[in-house]
């Protein structure tokens, strides 16, 4: 792009610093993926907001029309991530996905 | 949202999240400062606006088969890192015109020409404060970056703020980091911003307006103070709208000028400052971070009783703020925040207490449960019920008193809720409310620290 007022020898030259900071993210790897979900327990775990009970119910079924052994376990075991309690239920998750035995999650619905 | 999925997927558990096509490029933002790579299934467009055939149909053919390749397909990888400078590092020389052109091409600019950080300007910043510049407040959403001194000295540089605002902005960024802040969602789409309220001698040291037009560009303590607040969510965390992303607000707002308390009306009239409000000590430098989402019409009010005006405000308030009040509801906080003209202060303080304001507007702010249902359901909740957050102890019992659909429930859910900042313009009976996006940017303060030998040099300065 050509700068409307070019400019001149005389102006004087800044050097200027990076204007960001050190990012401190610790990479994880993703973990594995499932390839046969018969017999395996998907969590369904939802932000109540954007049409999810709608969503995942269709979810569920095309799931289980290719894998017919899938169990899946609702939203309302997890509770609603994105409201009041946010924070508690994240920190629940854990335990109540282990109770579950749960090996794959859906997580929705947004960004 | 994806920020569970990583808690998931990091517990070696697989995920698929769900993820409308409007918001892929904020996903790829957040997903690089969570630290791990996320699989993702995609709804095309907007599915609050899809008939249930339409859902259905994207449902078959995009969502779920993108979702199910998530769980069964290769694992997802992360991009490769680019390597970055180092924090104080000079990456770049110029004249100012290639400067602003260099910083505008990276997306470190607002859109209008910076201040340009050089060693000897970010150095005056630094000799304000006796942190260490490497010291790190905590590393923040939405890329993970490092909220450190230097950041804040660099980014206060760039806004055109003066260096002895830097107690200020360090105070503002340390409210920010408060996790009840939330400056994880300052990206969400209702697209609030933050504004900073300051207290306490400092408002005249620095030369903050907090009379006429106190909230308009002109002022520059309050001005680079309120683009501080923005050029370090789009720099340091990274909230930016396209070309780049992360910034996910829908129409958004611009930045907010810093507001200043006319603390003289509020002692001469017997009113606690916002900051006594809030907690502190009379004369402590207090300033406080808040999200606003809406603001109100200007509100004129007359009369020499206290009901003449807060009823007033009453009214305008329950126009402009009843509406998006349901979010409030679902997380059980919303804080409105009045800036009372100190004319009306004043006749207002004459009879009533601010206590008693807070009461008055808590009781009269009202509306039915049928549109708070329907306006909760119109934005993204469909499983929006006032009961079931009575049940939850969201609400207090109150709001599930009746089935009717046509009772009338409360907009303000505490009286305590309320904010009220003298400030404005004293020759003219007017007041403004600004409304807080529910639990996202609740007024947060933090006490200011000042450099030892403040007194004489900002006695220097003047």
């Known amino acids: 792009m050509t700068h409307p007022n070019p400019p001149t020898t005389r102006e004087p030259h800044y050097d200027v610093l990076w204007p960001l900071s050190r990012k401190a993210v610790k990479a994880t790897a993703a973990a594995p993926r499932i390839p046969d979900l018969n017999g395996k327990t998907i969590a369904e775990v939802w932000d109540a907001i954007l049409r999810g009970d709608t969503i995942y119910p269709l979810v569920r079924e095309y799931i289980k029309a290719r894998f017919p052994r899938a169990k899946f376990v609702g939203y309302d075991e997890f509770g609603n991530f994105h409201g009041a309690r946010e924070r508690e239920i994240v920190a629940a998750l854990p335990d109540k996905l282990r109770a579950h035995r749960i090996d794959a999650a859906i997580v929705g619905v947004g960004a | 949202m994806l920020r569970a999925a990583a808690v998931i997927e990091k517990l070696g558990i697989p995920t698929a999240s769900i993820i409308g096509s409007g918001f892929l490029k904020q996903a790829e933002v957040i997903t690089k400062g969570l630290g791990v790579p996320l699989a993702i299934g995609v709804y095309p467009g907007a599915p609050m606006v899809d008939s249930e055939e339409v859902l259905a149909r994207k449902v078959e053919e995009t969502l779920a088969p993108g979702l199910l390749m998530g769980l069964t397909g290769e694992a997802p990888r992360a991009a490769d890192a680019k390597a970055e400078p180092a924090a104080g590092q000079v990456v770049f020389s110029g004249t100012f015109d290639e400067v602003q052109e260099h910083f505008h091409r990276q997306l470190w600019t607002d859109g209008l020409p910076i201040v340009p950080p050089t060693r000897e300007r970010i150095d005056a910043f630094l000799a304000y404060t006796e942190r260490k510049p490497d010291s790190v407040i905590r590393a923040v959403p939405q890329e993970g970056r490092e909220a450190s001194t ?57 030369d903050f307006n ?62 606690p400052t916002f900051a ?57 906080l919303w804080n409105p925040l009045i800036v009372a003209g100190p004319s009306i202060a004043k006749a207002i303080a004459g009879e009533w207490s601010k206590d008693e304001v807070r009461r008055y507007l808590y009781e009269h702010v009202k509306v039915t449960a049928e549109r708070a249902t329907h306006y909760a359901r119109m934005t993204s909740t469909p499983t929006f019920s006032l009961e079931g957050l009575v049940k939850d102890g969201i609400l207090p019992p109150e709001y599930a008193a009746s089935s009717d659909p046509q009772r009338l429930i409360n907009v303000i859910i505490k009286p305590e809720m309320i904010g009220i900042l003298v400030a404005g313009d004293p020759g003219r009976n007017q007041s403004r409310a600004y409304m807080g996006n529910h639990m996202q940017g609740p007024p947060t303060s933090r006490r200011v620290e000042l450099p030892r030998d403040w007194a004489q040099r900002i006695k220097a300065k003047i």
């Not at chain 2, 802040?181 to 207290?199: A, H, K, L, M, Y």
């Not at chain 2, 720099?235 to 607000?249: E, F, L, S, T």
């Not at chain 2, 200007?298 to 003449?308: E, F």
Request: aromatic residues 8%.
């Open chain 2, 150 to 206: 230097l950041s804040i000295a660099v980014t206060g540089v760039m806004a055109g703020c003066r260096p002895e605002y830097m107690p200020v902005l360090i105070a503002v960024i340390e409210a920010m980091c408060d996790p009840a802040f939330r400056i994880e969602d300052c990206g969400s789409t209702p697209g609030w911003e933050p504004v900073v309220i300051v207290n306490g001698p400092i408002v005249k040291e620095l």
């Open chain 2, 210 to 271: 907090c009379g006429q037009g106190m909230m308009r560009v002109g002022r520059q303590a309050n001005t680079s103070v309120g683009r501080f607040v923005r050029m370090f969510l789009r720099n340091i965390c990274g909230y930016r709208i396209p070309p780049g992303a992360g910034d996910k607000g829908s129409i958004g707002q611009s930045f907010l000028v810093a507001m200043a308390e006319d603390e003289e009306t509020a002692r001469e009239i017997g009113w």
């Open chain 2, 276 to 332: 006594q409000d809030r907690g502190f000590a009379p004369g402590e430098n207090v300033v406080t971070v808040h999200s606003v989402v809406a603001i109100t019409s200007p509100i004129y009010s007359g009369g020499d009783r206290a009901v003449d005006h807060v009823q007033q405000w009453a009214e305008v308030m329950g126009h402009s703020f009843t509406y998006w009040a349901h979010t409030g509801f679902k997380t059980g």
